[in-house]
């Protein structure tokens, strides 16, 4: 079956950065494009990033400039690189694979604070 298993996240201060990682099985990870999706307490699920299957990314408007998707085929793993992180970026941060019925993985959470 699918799974994807995101890692990364953890606690850092405003201006500081964080990597994500996610690994996706169960999928011809060359084959499809991934996704990377925020939801913060009390707000709904918003995109973040998302990058096909070439690699072209695409980002929330709000959040260009600060953060870059990539994905290693080789690795089966899709990346987010988040820079000058503030006390807004705080969500849980989700993978997605938008194939069938959509997959998503558990989740890993990124707090931002002084």
């Known amino acids: 079956q699918v799974q994807l298993v995101e890692s990364g996240g953890g606690l850092v201060q405003p201006g500081g950065s964080l990597r994500l990682s996610c690994e996706a099985s169960?999928?011809?990870?060359?084959?499809?494009?991934m996704g990377w999706y925020r939801q913060a307490p009390g707000k709904e699920r918003e995109l973040v990033a998302t990058i096909s299957m070439s690699g072209r990314p695409n980002y929330a408007d709000s959040l260009k400039g600060r953060f870059t998707v990539s994905r290693d085929d080789a690795k089966n793993t899709v990346y987010l690189q988040m820079n000058s992180l503030k006390p807004e970026d705080t969500a849980v941060y989700y993978c997605h694979v938008p194939r069938g019925p959509g997959y998503w993985g558990q989740g890993t959470q990124v707090t931002v604070t002084s």
């Open positions: 169960g999928i011809i990870f060359s084959l499809n494009a």
